[in-house]
T-cell receptor, first 112, second 111 residues
Framework: KQEVTQIPAALSVPEGENLVLNCSFT??????LQWFRQDPGKGLTSLLL?????REQTSGRLNASLDKSSGRSTLYIAASQPGDSATYLC???????????FGSGTRLQVQP | DVKVTQSSRYLVKRTGEKVFLECVQD?????MFWYRQDPGLGLRLIYF???????EKGDIPEGYSVSREKKERFSLILESASTNQTSMYLC??????????FGPGTRLTVT
């Protein structure tokens, strides 16, 4: 059964810093990996989807990388802003199912 | 833009009541999912559906049922609500192997 781990669990940085969030998964036979953002009490917003054939995906100040062989993905946030404060979750498709297995998330606080 | 809507943002029900949570998507997606999210336990899959009238159990189906009579609509039913079903419920939809899109969530409190 697929397991997803996210490190760190929480992160507090001053505004303007670049930062990296980490995600690891146990079964490398995935066909994609998705990063989400969740604000308190809200649903999940999809940030980036990386297909298994890709190594990177970029959207604005966000860059996600995928290394299937080592079972790792990183989300890089450039020039962080207070509005980036949220919980960031990574997820991969369940082995043999169409649903997602989620990490427990990284709670990010960007201090003004 | 894909839109997934859920019938209620907040819901308060009494123990033993039958509860219906509705989810509608507007992108003709084959797959629809119900998850619940609890502090310390993360997101867990309750049920999913890959076609009209087709459903499969997820990791925690006990106490729940689902209905998918139309492609765009997927309902979660709590047959007899209990306090341990107090949670945030999240609906999602997708095309096979592509992005999952989530609704805004329903915060259900069972008293």
């Amino acid at each position: 059964k697929q397991e997803v781990t996210q490190i760190p669990a929480a992160l507090s940085v001053p505004e303007g810093e670049n930062l990296v969030l980490n995600c690891s998964f146990t079964d490398s036979a995935i066909y994609n990996l998705q990063w989400f953002r969740q604000d308190p009490g809200k649903g999940l917003t999809s940030l980036l989807l990386i297909q298994s054939s890709q190594r990177e995906q970029t959207s604005g100040r966000l860059n996600a990388s995928l290394d299937k062989s080592s079972g790792r993905s990183t989300l890089y946030i450039a020039a962080s802003q207070p509005g980036d404060s949220a919980t960031y979750l990574c997820a991969v498709p369940d082995t043999g199912r169409r649903a997602l297995t989620f990490g427990s998330g990284t709670r990010l606080q960007v201090q003004p | 833009d894909v839109k997934v809507t859920q019938s209620s943002r907040y819901l308060v029900k009494r123990t033993g009541e039958k509860v219906f949570l509705e989810c509608v998507q507007d992108m003709d997606h084959e797959n629809m999912f119900w998850y619940r999210q609890d502090p310390g336990l993360g997101l867990r899959l309750i049920y999913f559906s890959y076609d009209v009238k087709m459903k499969e159990k997820g990791d925690i189906p006990e106490g729940y049922s689902v209905s998918r009579e139309k492609k765009e609509r997927f309902s979660l039913i709590l047959e007899s609500a209990s306090t341990n079903q107090t949670s945030m419920y999240l609906c999602a939809s997708s095309i096979v192997s592509y992005e999952q899109y989530f609704g805004p969530g329903t915060r259900l409190t069972v008293t």
